[in-house]
């Protein structure tokens, strides 16, 4: 992991116990209705494997686990690895797998048939985000589902939504990078000026 990587996952490791309580507030709506509106539009099958990549604590994958056949979920942090694994553990779901992996390399190399995210993807500059994309593309999913800061038109830098950490992009560039890994876009969800949720698939 490189150093900047460390410090973010360092970060999030240290706000693991608070995360759930702070995000279940009324200040962080749009973060819970881009939750809910990418929990919608992944729409797992009873026997689809969904990756859920930034899964922090869980709540996108253990959501999803009700549906799926099997969810596996993906952070950086420690932290946020222990408190998803916890919870999991607690509501005794055994189809959940909570472990180490980044946008850029998952470290799952097996069948996946739906990649999901939310509110992750931003900490990775465009260049990144690129590579983050067709990493996705190459696990052959049928649809991915992305939740995340995103500029709906021209960003104003006196009126920044969000702080350190964040390098939203513009819808634009999201989509054309989705439709050149061979995605197929079937919805763009306008949460904030600042805040989306697209969903993509492929032909099966």
Same mark, same amino acid.
């Given at each position: 992991m490189d150093e900047e990587l460390k410090e973010l996952a360092d970060r999030f +490791?240290? &706000? @693991?116990?608070?995360?759930d309580e702070k995000h279940d507030s009324e200040?962080?709506?749009?973060y819970n209705a881009c *939750? +809910?509106?990418?929990?919608?539009? @992944?729409?797992?099958?009873?026997?689809?494997?969904?990756?859920?990549?930034?899964?922090?604590?869980?709540?996108? *994958?253990l959501a999803l686990a009700e549906d799926a056949s099997h969810?596996?979920?993906?952070?950086? +942090?420690e932290g946020m690895i222990e408190k998803a694994q916890a919870k999991a553990a607690d509501r005794g779901m055994?189809?959940?797998?909570?472990?180490?992996?980044? =946008?850029?390399?998952?470290?799952?190399?097996s069948k996946v048939d739906i990649v999901v995210s939310n509110f992750a993807l931003h900490h990775l500059p465009d260049e990144e985000k690129r590579e @983050?994309?067709?990493t996705i593309a190459d696990l052959d999913p049928r649809r991915f589902?992305?939740?995340? @800061? &995103? =500029? =709906?038109? *021209?960003?104003?830098?006196?009126?920044?939504? =969000?702080?350190?950490?964040?390098?939203g992009a513009t819808v634009g560039m999201l989509v054309d990078e989705l439709t050149d890994a061979g995605f197929v876009m079937t919805a763009v969800e306008r949460v904030h000026d600042q805040v989306g949720v697209l969903a993509a698939e492929r032909d099966e």
């Open positions: +490791s240290q &706000m @693991a116990d608070h995360y200040e962080k709506w749009m *939750a +809910s509106l990418v929990i919608e539009h @992944a729409d797992p099958r009873p026997n689809d494997v969904v990756l859920d990549l930034g899964t922090g604590t869980g709540l996108i *994958a969810v596996v979920g993906r952070d950086i +942090s055994k189809n959940v797998e909570i472990g180490y992996g980044e =946008f850029r390399d998952p470290q799952y190399d @983050a994309i067709e589902v992305l939740g995340d @800061a &995103m =500029f =709906f038109g *021209a960003p104003n830098p006196e009126e920044p939504l =969000f702080g350190h950490g964040v390098d």
